[in-house]
């Protein structure tokens, strides 16, 4: 973890960018984050659901829509583009993520023995090095802000789990290049969390035909990563459910 000085409070209307803003805790991420006045840039790669969010979250807040791939080089120089007109970006929230690159269509989750490695190329790219890339480019709208990068992790990242070696590694990494990051940008903060099991549809295709309704709602976490950004901690690796008996304490 790196320490910086006192933290500075973010601008009056900041500008974030969700990535996976469509379904899930994305969604709810970017719903909390209108609430609280900030301007949103918002993607995912289902367009028409991308419309619905903007359109309830455009009575909060500016939004600024455009669906896509994180994976396209395109698409996040227009994400980036965006933020700038906004303002420029205080923070990034890398969240979306793949489980296995291609379509389960109901199956298992595979095992690494037999598994496909075009879908695997697909869960880095997706997980791994989409970020990044995006990362790259907001850098210089971050810095100018005292920024942060917020990367959505997994307890899988760090517990070996029978088929979830591709998404777990790449999660893995995702863990390692933001620690890295996080020396590299001292004056950022630089976040991973992992939320936890949630009831979300990405949690429903990993357990095919399971009755997932023991797991929280992606709501239930929000008020983690509100006290995240209000607090400001030292950049590193965080779970949802410190956060939240953190914030209740």
Same mark, same amino acid.
Do not use: F, K, M
């Given at each position: 973890m790196n320490t910086t000085d006192t933290p500075q409070p973010p601008p009056a209307h900041p500008v974030a960018v969700v990535t996976g803003a469509s379904r899930g805790l994305g969604l709810e991420l970017a719903r909390f984050l209108a609430e609280d006045g900030?301007?949103?840039?918002?993607?995912?790669? +289902? !367009? $028409?659901? *991308?419309?619905?969010?903007? /359109?309830? &979250?455009?009575?909060?807040?500016?939004?600024? %829509?455009?669906?896509?791939?994180?994976?396209?080089?395109?698409?996040?120089?227009?994400?980036?583009?965006?933020?700038?007109?906004?303002? +420029? !970006? $205080?923070? *990034?929230?890398?969240?979306? /993520?793949? &489980?296995?690159?291609?379509?389960?269509?109901? %199956?298992?989750?595979?095992?690494?023995?037999?598994f496909p490695l075009p879908g695997l190329l697909e869960t880095f790219e997706v997980n791994v090095l989409g970020p990044i890339a995006l990362t790259q480019l907001l850098l210089p709208q971050l810095r100018s802000h005292d920024g942060a990068m917020l990367a959505i992790s997994s307890d899988a990242a760090v517990e070996a789990y029978a088929g979830w070696g591709g998404y777990g590694a790449s999660k893995a990494a995702l863990d390692?290049?933001?620690?890295?990051?996080?020396?590299?940008?001292?004056?950022?903060?630089?976040?991973?969390?992992?939320?936890?099991?949630?009831?979300?549809?990405m949690h429903q295709e990993a357990f095919p035909g399971e009755d997932i309704s023991d797991r929280p709602l992606p709501q239930t976490v929000v008020p983690a990563f509100r006290a995240l950004l209000r607090d400001r901690p030292a950049s590193g690796r965080y779970r949802a459910a410190d956060l939240l008996a953190a914030a209740v304490g």
């Open positions: 900030w301007q949103l840039v918002i993607t995912a790669r +289902g !367009a $028409a659901e *991308l419309s619905a969010v903007e /359109s309830r &979250l455009s009575r909060l807040t500016t939004v600024i %829509a455009l669906a896509g791939s994180v994976v396209d080089d395109d698409h996040r120089a227009d994400l980036a583009a965006a933020a700038d007109r906004l303002g +420029g !970006a $205080a923070l *990034l929230v890398n969240n979306a /993520s793949t &489980l296995t690159g291609y379509d389960l269509a109901g %199956a298992a989750l595979p095992a690494l023995a037999e390692h290049a933001c620690a890295v990051l996080a020396v590299e940008e001292p004056g950022l903060r630089v976040w991973t969390v992992d939320p936890g099991d949630l009831r979300t549809r």
